[in-house]
């Protein structure tokens, strides 16, 4: 199974910044980011693929950004003007060939963002 090694998990003052790294042992294609609140579901928060393209969920575009290296094996997500709604557990996710994230074959552990007053 590919392994996916998230890291960056914190905790930030709300408006505050954090950056979010995942690296997956093997290159892949659609690498990205799920979210889960505390009593809510896992959500998506954003991907990139192959190609560069890039995909945001309504509540984080224009406030994250996600980029990836140029082997196609680590991505980061940083995360400007946080809100408290941005709280939660935060999982990398991933396909090796699939182009999008609509179904992730491969999971990280999760790490945990906290926000602040």
């Known amino acids: 199974q590919v392994q996916l090694v998230e890291s960056g998990g914190g905790q930030v003052q709300a408006g505050g910044s954090l950056k979010l790294t995942c690296a997956a042992s093997?290159?892949?294609?659609?690498m990205g980011w799920f979210r889960q609140g505390p009593g809510e579901g896992r959500e998506f928060v954003a991907s990139?693929?192959?190609?560069?393209?890039?995909i945001y969920a309504e509540s984080v575009k224009g406030r994250f950004t996600i980029s990836r290296d140029s082997t196609r094996n680590k991505v980061d997500l940083q995360m400007d003007s946080t809100y408290y709604e941005d709280a939660g557990d935060y999982y990398c996710?991933?396909?090796?060939?699939?182009?999008?994230?609509?179904?992730?074959?491969?999971w990280g552990e999760g790490t945990q963002v906290a926000i602040s007053q």
């Open positions: 093997r290159s892949m294609n659609a």
């Open positions: 996710a991933a396909n090796q060939l699939v182009a999008s994230l609509n179904y992730p074959d491969q």
């Open positions: 990139i693929n192959n190609r560069g393209t890039t």
